[in-house]
C-alpha cells in the first residue's frame, strides 16, 4: 500500500488528519512495523562497525512507525470512534511485542557492544557517547543479558502489559462519559457562577435535554465541587467522580491488581527488587528508595502548615453555618459538632474562606482570560524570552474543528517547528492536559523541524461568549506549551536524545517553571485583559490574586505527596497476600494525606491514568512533580533576579535545558544553568511552608 492510498504512510509534517480512516491504521502499521524490522535486520548482518552503521540505524529504525503510532494514538485519544478503537487495539498487541522484543535483542546488543570497542567509539563527542552508553544500558536493564526462557516471560509480560493498560484508559474513558446528571430546578444552582450555568445549560441543549447538565469533564466537575450551594449536588458528583471505573462493565479494579501483579514479576525478571528500582534506575532520583526519602522529608516539613490550615478552615466552616450558612439546602445540614468535613465540603469552604480572607473571587478574573488573549500573551512572553515568533496557520486540515494550527518562526524567520492545540473537553476525548510529539525534526533530516500538540479541557465558549478561563487554567495552559517549547527547540542532533526525551524527573522543569510567569504583572499585561473593555487586571483584583498563591498550599502539596506516596506504595511495598485488597489499601493511604473521612466506594486509583493508562508512564514517577517543583522553583529565581523578562538568562535556558534535550546528564544541565545544586528553599518559601 503506498502513500496515496494510505494517508497514514505519507509522513508529510502536517499530517493529513482529514483524510486518516480506521481503515487506514492496521494496513500502515503493519507495513511500517515490516520496514523497521528490515532496517534492524540489516543491521545485525552487516559486519560493518561505526556509529553511522550501527547506533545511526537504530536511530532511524523506528521513526516513521513512531509518528504513527503517535499519531493514532492521539486520535484514539482525543476523536475516537467505536472503529478506531478497534483498530488501536489490533495494533497495540503487535506494536508492544515488537518493541519488546527489540529491546530483549541480544544479537543487536552484541553488535552494540562491539561498536562500543572501537576507536571511533571511543573518540565520539560527548551527546553521541551517551546516546552510545544509555542505549548499553538500555539493553541490559530491558533484559537482552537474560536467558532465552526469561526473555521470553519479560516479552509476553511487556505485551499483556500494554493490552491491559490500554484497556484501563478506554475503561476510563467510557465511566467517564457514562455519567451525566441533569438538572431541571434552577433553585438547585444556587452559587454556581454564570460561567458555570451557561456550559450546563449549552451541554444540555447539545444533548437535545432540557435543563442543565452536569458531567465528570474538569470544568464542570470542578465548579459544582467548589460553588453549588446544594451540598447534595456536590455529594452526588464527588461520589461518582471518585468512584468511576470502579464497578459495573468499566471497571478497572481486577486490571490494576493485574498491571502491578505483572509490574513486580518483570521488575523480578530483569533483576530488580521492584517495579520502582526498574523505571528509576535512569532517572534522577536513580531508585525507589530515595525518591520515597525525597516523599517524606517534604511531608514532614509540610504536616504542621497542613493541620493548621485544616483547623482554620473548620472553624470557619462552624461559624459560617452556627450564622445559617448557605450549605443546608435538600435536607443536608452541616454537622457543626463534627470535628472532621465531609470530602465534597472542603473546595466548597475553602472558596468561601478565600474570599471571605482576601476579598478575592476567582470568577472575578475569568473575564481577563479570554483563551485568543492568554494564547497570544503567551506567545509574547516566549517571543520576549526565548526570540521566537508564533503564528496562527487556518489552511491547515486537523481531525477536529476546534483544533487550532500554530507555526513556530525562529529570529531569522525560519519555521523551527509547529503544534496543533486542542483546548476544549468534548465526549470521544479523555480528560486532563497533556502534550505530544508527532515529529523530532533533526539537521539534514527528513523534516528538520519539529510538530507537536497540546491538549487541555478548559472551559470551552459558551452564552454568546469567548472562552473565558480561570487562572488555574491560564497555569495549564502555560505549563503545557512550556513542554512544547521543550520539543520545539530542540538542538539535539540524536533524535533518542532530543526535545522531551529526558529523565521523567527532569521533563517537567521546562513545564512548571512557565507557570510562575502567570503570577508576574509584566507578563499578565501581555494577554489578561477584559474580553469586553479592553481594561487590564485592576492592581488591587491582582494583588489579590497574589496574596491567594499560598492559601491552603500545605493542602496542595499534601494532596501532590499523598499521590506520589501511594504510587510508589504501590509499586514497592503493597503486597496482596499481605495487604489484601488493593482499593482499600490505596485509601487508606489516601486517607493520611486528606483531611475529609475517604467514603468506602472512594476509588480514586481506578481513574488514576498517570499510573495505569499505559505500560510505564508515571508508574513509580509521580513523585516527578515535586521533584521537578524543586527544581522550577529554584530555577525561576534566577528569572526573578533578573527581572522576569531578560532575554539573557531566557538565552542561557535555551542553552542549558531546553535546546539540550538528553544530551548530557539533567543534574549537570541544571548546574549549568544555575550554578550550582538545586535547593528546596525556594519551594517552601514560595509557598509559605517556612517558620513565621
Not at 83 to 96: C, D, G, M
Not at 267 to 292: S, W
Not at 363 to 388: K, Q
Amino acid at each position: 500500500m503506498n502513500s496515496a492510498a494510505n494517508p497514514l504512510l505519507a509522513y508529510t509534517f502536517e499530517v493529513p488528519f482529514d483524510a486518516i480512516r480506521a481503515e487506514h491504521v492496521e494496513p500502515a502499521v503493519d507495513l511500517l512495523l515490516a520496514r523497521s524490522k528490515e532496517r534492524l535486520a540489516r543491521l545485525r548482518s552487516s559486519s560493518e562497525r561505526t556509529y553511522a552503521s550501527t547506533l545511526g540505524v537504530l536511530d532511524a529504525a523506528t521513526e516513521e512507525l513512531e509518528h504513527v503510532m503517535a499519531v493514532v494514538g492521539h486520535l484514539e485519544a482525543t476523536a475516537t470512534t467505536p472503529a478506531l478503537r478497534e483498530a488501536y487495539n489490533a495494533i497495540q498487541p503487535k506494536v508492544s511485542e515488537f518493541y519488546a522484543g527489540l529491546s530483549l535483542d541480544g544479537e543487536l546488543y552484541r553488535v552494540l557492544k562491539e561498536f562500543s570497542e572501537t576507536d571511533e567509539a571511543k573518540a565520539l563527542d560527548p551527546a553521541r557517547a551517551r546516546f552510545l552508553k544509555q542505549t548499553l544500558e538500555d539493553f541490559r536493564r530491558n533484559g537482552a543479558e537474560l536467558s532465552p526462557d526469561d526473555k521470553a516471560k519479560v516479552e509476553k509480560l511487556s505485551v499483556e502489559l500494554s493490552r491491559l493498560t490500554t484497556q484501563y484508559s478506554q475503561n476510563l474513558l467510557d465511566a467517564t462519559n457514562a455519567f451525566e446528571l441533569v438538572i431541571t430546578d434552577e433553585a438547585r444552582l444556587g452559587g454556581l457562577p454564570e460561567s458555570a450555568r451557561e456550559a450546563a445549560r449549552e451541554s444540555a441543549s447539545a444533548k437535545n435535554v432540557e435543563g442543565w447538565r452536569f458531567t465528570l469533564q474538569q470544568p464542570s466537575y470542578v465548579a459544582v465541587l467548589t460553588y453549588a450551594d446544594d451540598r447534595a449536588l456536590r455529594e452526588q458528583l464527588y461520589r461518582a467522580y471518585n468512584a468511576r471505573a470502579s464497578s459495573g462493565q468499566y471497571d478497572n479494579r481486577p486490571l490494576i491488581a493485574k498491571i502491578l501483579e505483572l509490574r513486580k514479576e518483570k521488575a523480578r525478571l530483569l533483576g530488580f527488587k521492584n517495579f520502582a528500582d526498574l523505571t528509576l534506575e535512569d532517572r534522577m532520583a536513580k531508585d525507589g528508595e530515595r525518591a520515597k526519602d525525597f516523599i517524606k522529608q517534604l511531608r514532614e516539613a509540610t504536616r504542621p502548615f497542613y493541620d493548621r490550615e485544616n483547623q482554620a478552615l473548620l472553624d470557619f466552616r462552624n461559624e459560617v453555618e452556627a450564622r445559617g450558612g448557605s450549605a443546608r439546602e435538600q435536607g443536608t445540614a452541616v454537622d457543626t459538632e463534627s470535628s472532621t468535613f465531609q470530602p465534597w465540603d472542603i473546595s466548597y469552604y475553602s472558596e468561601k474562606l478565600r474570599k471571605q480572607r482576601y476579598d478575592f473571587d476567582q470568577e472575578a478574573l475569568r473575564p481577563y482570560f479570554s483563551v485568543d488573549g492568554v494564547l497570544e500573551g503567551m506567545f509574547m512572553l516566549v517571543s520576549r524570552l526565548y526570540g521566537v515568533k508564533v503564528e496562527r496557520r487556518t489552511n491547515v486540515a486537523s481531525y477536529h474543528k476546534d483544533v487550532r494550527y500554530y507555526s513556530v518562526l525562529d529570529e531569522q524567520g525560519t519555521e523551527i517547528g509547529a503544534f496543533y492545540a486542542d483546548l476544549y473537553p468534548r465526549d470521544d476525548k479523555r480528560g486532563g492536559a497533556w502534550m505530544g510529539d508527532f515529529i523530532t525534526g533533526l539537521p539534514g533530516g527528513n523534516h528538520g523541524k519539529h510538530l507537536g500538540v497540546m491538549c487541555a479541557n478548559a472551559t470551552p465558549p459558551s452564552g454568546g461568549k469567548p472562552a473565558l478561563l480561570t487562572h488555574q487554567d491560564v497555569e495549564t495552559l502555560f505549563h503545557e506549551f512550556g513542554h512544547l517549547l521543550h520539543h520545539l527547540m530542540g538542538r539535539a542532533e540524536v533524535r533518542s536524545l532530543a526535545g522531551t526525551r529526558v529523565a521523567w524527573d527532569f521533563v517537567e522543569l521546562p513545564s512548571m517553571i512557565m507557570e510562575n510567569f502567570c503570577w508576574e504583572r509584566s507578563v499578565l499585561d501581555f494577554f489578561a485583559r477584559h474580553y469586553e473593555t479592553n481594561q487590564p487586571i485592576p492592581d488591587a483584583l491582582l494583588q489579590k490574586l497574589q496574596k491567594t498563591r499560598t492559601f491552603r498550599a500545605a493542602n496542595m502539596q499534601m494532596r501532590q505527596l499523598g499521590l506520589a506516596g501511594v504510587d510508589l506504595a504501590l509499586h514497592i511495598d503493597y503486597d496482596p497476600t499481605r495487604d489484601g485488597d488493593v482499593m482499600t489499601y490505596a485509601r487508606a493511604f489516601a486517607q493520611e494525606h486528606t483531611p475529609a473521612p475517604l467514603p468506602e466506594e472512594f476509588a480514586m486509583i481506578a481513574g488514576f491514568g498517570h499510573l495505569f493508562a499505559s505500560p510505564v508512564g508515571y508508574a513509580a514517577g509521580y513523585y516527578s512533580y515535586k521533584w521537578a517543583e524543586v527544581l522550577e522553583a529554584d530555577a525561576f529565581s534566577r528569572f526573578a533576579d533578573a527581572g522576569v523578562l531578560s532575554r539573557e538568562v531566557g538565552a542561557a535556558f535555551i542553552a542549558s535545558v531546553l535546546s539540550r534535550g538528553n544530551e548530557a546528564d539533567p543534574m549537570e544541565l541544571y548546574k549549568t544553568f544555575m550554578g550550582r545544586e538545586p535547593s528546596q528553599e525556594a519551594l517552601m518559601k514560595r509557598a509559605g511552608l517556612v517558620a513565621a
